[in-house]
């Protein structure tokens, strides 16, 4: 018998915990208080049937796990055959899965496997057509934190299936100094120097800046280990790089498209955060056909 975690991407992780949560929120969401009535009303307890979840449109799929989730929830006499895994590149067309059993229980699970199938296949494409345009460089795709409430763990999963790296998980991963903590703390140094002295020896320190003088002054500092370049053009960013010389790790974020991902990738800095490639990730086109 399938399992959902034997169809996760080979290098990347998604907790079995957050698989079984995030469907157990979806089908509780779904299913409401008395259930799929339709199925119920419509189909005998006894009708067995066989579907098949079909790719119509190219991609990168990803959250197979999470559909074998579901209808396993739904009722562990549903045969699953995998055809792919996570990360696979599929034409339209491809069959994914195959499904045999009880046809109320495919019914019931059938728009909650193929919600989380579509959203994250639609990520994973998205981040793999960025990654295919940096080809031939060291440039790395990261995700942000501009997620779906309570879906983060799936998305940045989602992410690493399309070939990208994930940023931080949330505030409590690394300490990330933005605009706002500058201002209020009163100057890049002073809120530096707070971070450093506040924080162990492992957590990583993250400044943003906004112009290229705001990057001397964290390298004047020397305090700071990452260094968030914040809406600058390619001409500035080659800049800093230059400027940098290798001291921080330099990351490029604000205004990243598929029209300039290409060219970021040839100013030397060695990280591109986009939070398009969750939040505005379009949706895979998947479907469960059910075969008579």
Partial sequence: MITPTALLHPDAFLSPLAIDQAVARALDEDLGRAGDITSTATIPETTQARAVMVARQTGIIAGLP????????????????????????V????????????????????????????RLSGIATLTADHVQRTEGSSLRICDTRKTTPGLRALEKYAVRCGGGFNHRFGLDDAVLIKDNHIAVAGGVRTVLERARAHVGHLVKIEIEVDTLDQLRDVLDAGLADVVLLDNMNVATLAEAARLAKGRVVLEASGGITLGTIAEIATTGVDYVSAGALTHSAGNFDIALDIEV
Avoid at 91 to 118: D, Q, Y
């Fill in 91 to 118: 034409a339209a067309g491809t069959r994914v899965l195959t499904l045999a059993g009880p046809a109320r229980s495919m019914l019931s699970g059938e728009r909650t496997a193929l919600n989380f199938v579509g």
């Fill in 66 to 89: 999470l559909a074998v989730a579901t209808f396993r929830k739904l009722s562990g006499d549903i045969g699953i055959e995998a055809h792919v895994r996570d990360g696979a590149r």
